[in-house]
C-alpha cells in the first residue's frame, strides 16, 4: 500500500524557517516525481514544486522562488522542503504527492505550517 | 504560468443529478489535465488523468472529456458521498496550476 506522511510543520515566526519531510512507503521511491502541493486555510490547492527521480530537476511556483527548496533522499525514501524567509502567506496545509502519468495520484495527509508572531 | 479557471464555483443539486464542472485554460494544455476530489480536512483524490483517464478505483459515473482549452468533468447520478470540492489541474507545462475548485452542495 503507497504511503505518505509529511512531518514538520508548526508555528513559526515571520522570517523564520522550517523543513517539512515526507516519508514514503509502498512503492519505488527512487522511480517517481514528487510534489509538494500546499492549501491556505479555506482557500483552493496551490502547486509548490515539484523533483525528478534522480534530483536532477526541479520547479517551483513563483511566490516561493529563492525562499523553498526542495530534495530528496532516496536511500531514506524521504521528500523534503526547506522553507525559509517564511511570510504570513506560507500559512497552509503542505501535501506531498506522489506524481504519475502527469498526475499526483497519491497524497499524504498533510501538516499544518503556521507563519505567525 | 498558465491560468486554470473552473466554472460554477459552486453548484447545489441532488442525488441522482447529472452534475458538470468545466475548466478552461489560458492556453492549450493539449490533455494535460487531471480532476481531484476534496472532502473537508482530508487529501484530495485523484479521479481523471489526463483528461478523460479514470484513475484506478474510481467509479465510472465520474467521467472526464476535452482537449486543448476546455474540459469538463461529468457525474452522471451524483451521489451522497459526492459532495465535496472538486479542482481540475494542468500538467502541460514544468510549473502545474489548479483551478480554484468547485464547491458541489446538496440542494
Known amino acids: 500500500e503507497v504511503q505518505l506522511v509529511e512531518s514538520g510543520g508548526g508555528l513559526v515566526q515571520p522570517g523564520g524557517s522550517l523543513r517539512l519531510s515526507c516519508a514514503a512507503s509502498g512503492f519505488t521511491f527512487s522511480n517517481y516525481w514528487m510534489t509538494w502541493v500546499r492549501q491556505a486555510p479555506g482557500k483552493g490547492l496551490e502547486w509548490v514544486a515539484n523533483i525528478k527521480q534522480d534530483g536532477t530537476e526541479k520547479y517551483y511556483v513563483g511566490s516561493v522562488k529563492g525562499r523553498f527548496t526542495i530534495s530528496r533522499d532516496n536511500a531514506k525514501i524521504s521528500l523534503y522542503l526547506q522553507m525559509n524567509s517564511l511570510r504570513a502567506e506560507d500559512t497552509a496545509v503542505y501535501y506531498c504527492a506522489r506524481g504519475s502519468l502527469g498526475a499526483d495520484d497519491y497524497w499524504g495527509q498533510g501538516t499544518l505550517v503556521t507563519v505567525s508572531s | 504560468d498558465i491560468q486554470m479557471t473552473q466554472s460554477p464555483s459552486s453548484l447545489s443539486a441532488s442525488v441522482g443529478d447529472r452534475v458538470t464542472i468545466t475548466c478552461r485554460a489560458s492556453q492549450s494544455i493539449s490533455n494535460y489535465l487531471n480532476w481531484y476530489q476534496q472532502k473537508p480536512g482530508k487529501a484530495p483524490k485523484l479521479l481523471i488523468y489526463?483528461?478523460?483517464s479514470l484513475q484506478s478505483g474510481v467509479p465510472s459515473r465520474f467521467s472526464g472529456s476535452g482537449s486543448g482549452t476546455d474540459f469538463t468533468l461529468t457525474i452522471s447520478s451524483l451521489q451522497p458521498e459526492d459532495f465535496a470540492t472538486y479542482y481540475c489541474?494542468?500538467?502541460?507545462?514544468?510549473?502545474?496550476?489548479f483551478g480554484q475548485g468547485t464547491k458541489v452542495e446538496i440542494k
Open positions: 489541474q494542468q500538467s502541460y507545462s514544468t510549473l502545474w496550476t
Open positions: 489526463a483528461a478523460s
